[in-house]
Nanobody
Framework: QVHLVESGGGSVQAGGSLRLSCTAS????????MGWFRHVPGKEREGVAT???????NYADSVKGRFTISKDNAKNTLYLQMNSLKPEDTAMYYC?????????????????WGQGTQVTVSS
């Protein structure tokens, strides 16, 4: 089992940057594939970026070229570097872990979730 805690959210103007962090506690962190998801009230939770156990990454089309997902296994920490932020990036951002070699963009396939961190981008 793994416990996830996100940090790094906040308010920023359009064009700005933020870096989200997700620190994991528990056993076998390296055995999990990880993802960042976001949710806006009234909409479904959507996948933003994922990284599998081997380090392969995948991004939603809406964030490609602007966001970068990475992880530091020594620190049990997942990151999401967000650049060139847009107002439509405003959402609650969650990190998630799944007990699989593969990552997916489907929220229902993830076993563990953090509490979320709010990102607000003003125009």
């Amino acid at each position: 089992q793994v416990h996830l805690v996100e940090s790094g959210g906040g308010s920023v103007q359009a064009g700005g940057s933020l870096r989200l962090s997700c620190t994991a506690s528990g056993n076998n962190y390296r055995s999990y594939s990880m993802g960042w998801f976001r949710h806006v009230p009234g909409k479904e939770r959507e996948g933003v970026a994922t990284i599998d156990r081997a380090g392969s990454t995948n991004y939603a089309d809406s964030v490609k070229g602007r966001f970068t997902i990475s992880k530091d296994n020594a620190k049990n920490t997942l990151y999401l570097q967000m650049n060139s932020l847009k107002p439509e990036d405003t959402a609650m951002y969650y990190c998630a872990a799944r007990s699989s070699i593969w990552a997916t963009m489907i929220p229902e396939t993830y076993n563990y979730w953090g509490q979320g961190t709010q990102v607000t981008v003003s125009s």
